[in-house]
């Protein structure tokens, strides 16, 4: 019982940031260009994930999410957002770069 309780806290505690991170991608409106799984106008999470896998690449995408990029993906830009702030752009950067 003790173990089934444990293994249920850590289930939780370890999925409670990958909902948080999600609900910030789409209130920061991430989601209206990029999917977890499927490209849209950017590319899909799990590609950036995939593309930059082992790389120290946070501060450089952080960057990139904050002031905008282009020419990694193809020939559409990806606009600045003006409303994504330090913390939030590294949160959700780190929270990209996790999905499989």
């Known amino acids: ?7 249920l806290l850590a289930a ?6 990958a909902f948080a ?6 209130k920061k409106n991430c989601l209206a260009c990029h999917a977890v799984d499927k ?5 899909a999470y799990k590609d950036v ?9 946070t501060t450089k995408l952080t960057t990139k999410v904050m002031k905008g990029g ?3 993906w193809g020939a ?5 957002n003006p409303q994504v702030n330090q913390a939030e752009a590294e949160t959700l950067v780190k929270w990209v770069l996790s999905q499989k």
């Open 12 to 17: 939780v505690l370890t999925a409670a940031p």
């Open 76 to 80: 559409i830009p990806m606009p600045a």
């Open 49 to 57: 994930a995939k593309k930059y896998a082992g790389q120290d690449v």
């Open 39 to 43: 490209k849209v106008v950017g590319p």
């Open 21 to 26: 991170d999600q609900a910030l991608a789409q």
């Open 1 to 7: 019982m003790e173990r089934t309780v444990f293994a």
């Open 70 to 72: 282009s020419g990694v």
